[in-house]
């Protein structure tokens, strides 16, 4: 992907984990020995501590405070170039994706 396609928080995704309400990624399972009623248990448990989809793009983070969780910018040289023997231009701008839930975690991306 070019640097100006990058630009957007739409092109970018990742893979949190989840913690449920009971502290853990994924519900035990339920000692039962009766299969319906272990099925009618793990039905109760998703039903009222439900687990989303992990992966999922950066504009899709819930706001917090009002504020988005992830910002986007481009840095470095901005300048279109041709490139050497070949169709097409290249940039040596570096985009950077940067969490503000999460000071310091940071991902550069350069020439796609």
Known sequence: ?????????????????VILNAGR???PEPNIAD??????AIAKLNETDPTVDRFKGLNEDKQV???DNWTSKVCGDLQ???????????SYAVNVISSVRWPGS???AKSG
Not at 35 to 40: G, L, P, V
């Open 1 to 17: 992907m070019s640097t100006d396609a990058l630009k957007a928080l739409e092109a970018w995704c990742h893979y949190p984990q």
């Open 25 to 27: 990624c994924s519900h």
């Open 35 to 40: 299969e319906e009623a272990r099925n009618e």
């Open 65 to 67: 405070s009002g504020m």
């Open 80 to 90: 279109q170039y041709n490139k050497l023997g070949g169709e097409g231009t290249v």
């Open 106 to 108: 940071v991902t550069v």
